[in-house]
């Protein structure tokens, strides 16, 4: 099937843009790191150590949950959603950053791809291969 040539790409895509973030973030300008330094903090400032872990435990869950995906899995997609509002909820949480201008652009797409992502996973025919 098409459709489903077109989700295996979008979650190929996915990976390669969180490749792509993760070495963005770690090319980023000193001055950068200088500036978020003294932007506002989130409500898990004062458990940096808790929120390393959390995201570290949260980015191989969701490479996890891509391969469960691709797959066609049928808990990878609750746990897809789940990660999704948990990664959301633990930016909210993190407070103010500051991107490079990639930085911002990769995030944007990622954002879109994610979407994308739901919306078949929910929405189109590929939802019932995760009922097998």
């Not at 570290?56 to 969701?62: G, N, P, W």
Request: aromatic fraction near 16%.
């Amino acid at each position: 099937m098409e459709l489903e040539k077109i989700f295996k790409n979008l979650i190929l895509i996915d990976f390669a843009f969180l490749i792509l973030i993760v070495i963005s973030s770690m090319l980023q300008s000193n001055d950068l790191t200088e500036i978020n330094n003294y932007l506002e903090k989130g409500l898990l400032s004062n458990y940096e150590n808790f929120t390393r872990t959390i995201s570290i435990i949260l980015f191989f869950m969701y490479l996890i949950t891509l391969n469960l995906l691709y797959r066609f899995i049928s808990y990878g997609r609750n746990l897809y959603t789940f990660l999704i509002i948990s990664g959301l909820l633990l930016n909210y949480f993190n407070g103010s950053v500051v991107y490079t201008s990639i930085g911002s652009v990769l995030d944007q797409i990622g954002g879109i791809i994610t979407g994308s992502i739901l919306i078949l996973i929910y929405y189109s025919p590929i939802k019932e291969n995760f009922k097998k």
